[in-house]
């Protein structure tokens, strides 16, 4: 479980985040939603570690990330697999030595191991037989694929996804969201997802947190999301006239 | 003024995270050998074009502006050696390599930058700026003095050519490349570059890494790190001969 306690974030003036304190259940996918700009990237840059925050605690199983001092951090941060949004694969690398990349920095398993554990991987994202693949020929899904993949290949105990579905067409994206739910479940892991893509909360969202201009004004379940009636979040949720028409029905 | 002491504590603290011992020494090694690949080898061609004809040319002017009886014909082998010891390679080479490999060494970093490849290092719990720089920094440190001496003796060969346009025999070039050698100039030479290929690897390292926004910006990186370190290149050079020559 990953649990944030009261944080707050600002750069210079701006106050981005605003005492926001909430818990992402392990075993579920825990969405964050919220129009552009509302601060859900800048929590999520939180979460891994790549912004300080001004105070607060972020509570890995409950090891304060940001109270570790650098050796334990790395360590932690070894538990984690991040799926960045626009996959961040290393274009001089072909996928298996992407995939394979974790592995070589922080074991010391052998080649044969190692290339097992890759195939493994590769084969779970439905993707098998592609190791000599450079990045450049991987299509947007497969380079999401891929990076779930690598995401996983140390086997953590947390999975952080940034809006691991834009810029794909909707069956990809269902894919990748069904993936990014089937490995949850499987490994029984933390995973939190940063979307603001409607069909990925209403396929995957078993816990939503619905962040408006840098504070949590709604949490709760697709189902929950679907009969709420908080203004700010159905303007959001039912922007288009077809989910008004929906909601409505 | 306070931006620029901005950028001087980033560069610093940058360069503490780069001298950290590499997680994984053979993938250090891996890294290093592609980077004397790139930082080096790739850079053999225009090193020897630009050498050859900076030879040929400094031996044909000083050739053309010693047409004197009361200047030794030797004396052209003999300037033609002390200037590409001295300034040309070391030097102008540097303020080459600068633009061709600080370029690529920011755009390369910079691009990184702006994909999130940096962040992915970063929340693996990869030390970033010692697994991309410090490979970069040894390959540069490494191989430009390698590149200079090269320079040197193709620059001498150009500028033997260069006396034969000019009516100089050969045997008057060669004993003006022999005399009055003082192998202190090619310590001074190899320091001065040392230091050189310091600068271009790590400033252009700096500029790449502190890349904000999108492929414009990877552009301006790229430009301002050749800007910069020329500049650092030229200030070096007057501070390393001041306490080297002077």
């Given at each position: 479980m990953i649990e944030i306690k009261n944080i707050n974030k600002s750069f210079g003036d701006n106050n981005v985040l605003k005492n926001i304190s909430f818990k992402f259940e392990k075993g579920k996918t825990n969405l964050i939603i919220g129009e552009s700009g509302s601060g859900k990237t800048t929590l999520l840059r939180i979460l891994i570690g790549l912004h300080d925050i001004d105070n607060g605690e972020v509570l890995y199983d409950g090891r304060d990330f940001t109270r570790l001092n650098t050796k334990d951090k790395r360590k932690l941060r070894q538990e984690i697999g991040v799926l960045f949004q626009k996959g961040?694969?290393?274009?001089?690398?072909s996928v298996e030595e992407n995939i394979m990349f974790p592995l070589t920095m922080f074991t010391n398993q052998s080649y044969e191991e190692k290339l097992q554990r890759v195939n493994d991987c590769l084969e779970r994202v439905n993707l098998?037989?592609?190791?000599?693949?450079?990045?450049?020929?991987?299509?947007g899904g497969m380079v999401k694929r891929v990076s779930i993949a690598r995401a996983i290949v140390m086997q953590p105990k947390y999975l952080l996804c940034d809006e691991?579905?834009?810029?794909?067409?909707p069956k990809t994206a269902i894919i990748i969201d069904n993936l990014i739910q089937e490995i949850t479940l499987e490994s029984n892991i933390t995973t939190i997802v940063n979307t603001h893509d409607m069909n990925s909360v209403m396929e995957i969202g078993q816990s939503i947190a619905y962040i408006n201009n840098g504070e949590i004004c709604w949490s709760g379940s697709k189902e929950e999301l679907i009969e709420n009636n908080n203004k700010q979040l159905n303007d959001f949720v039912f922007a288009s006239k077809l989910f008004k028409r929906l909601k409505r029905n | 003024m306070r931006k620029l002491l901005k950028q001087l504590g980033q560069y610093f603290i940058m360069m503490s995270k780069v001298f950290?011992?590499?997680?994984?020494k053979n993938i250090f090694f891996k890294k290093l050998s592609l980077e004397l690949e790139k930082i080096g080898l790739d850079s053999l061609g225009i090193v020897t074009i630009i050498s050859f004809f900076i030879g040929a040319v400094v031996s044909i002017q000083t050739a053309f502006n010693f047409e004197s009886p009361l200047f030794p014909k030797y004396l052209i082998g003999y300037a033609t050696r002390e200037s590409l010891i001295l300034e040309f390679c070391p030097t102008m080479l540097s303020l080459i390599l600068a633009g061709k490999v600080g370029s690529n060494i920011a755009s390369e970093i910079g691009s990184m930058r702006i994909t999130e490849q940096i962040d992915a290092l970063e929340i693996m719990g990869v030390n970033s700026a010692s697994f991309l720089i410090l490979p970069k920094l040894f390959a540069a440190v490494l191989f430009f003095p390698i590149l200079i001496i090269l320079g040197i003796s193709i620059g001498i060969v150009g500028g033997w050519i260069g006396c034969q346009t000019a009516g100089i025999t050969a045997a008057d070039y060669i004993y003006g490349i022999k005399y009055?050698?003082?192998?202190f100039y090619v310590t001074y030479c190899l320091i001065k570059t040392t230091v050189f290929a310091f600068i271009i690897a790590t400033v252009s390292s700096y500029f790449g890494y502190h890349t904000k926004g999108g492929a414009l910006e990877v552009g301006k990186a790229s430009t301002r790190a050749v800007v910069y370190s020329s500049i650092i290149i030229l200030i070096f050079n007057f501070i390393l001969t001041d306490l080297l020559l002077a």
């Open positions: 961040a694969l290393y274009d001089y690398m098998k037989n592609n190791n000599h693949l450079s990045v450049s020929e991987l299509s691991p579905n834009s810029g794909l067409d | 950290s011992m590499p997680e994984k009055e050698f003082n192998s």
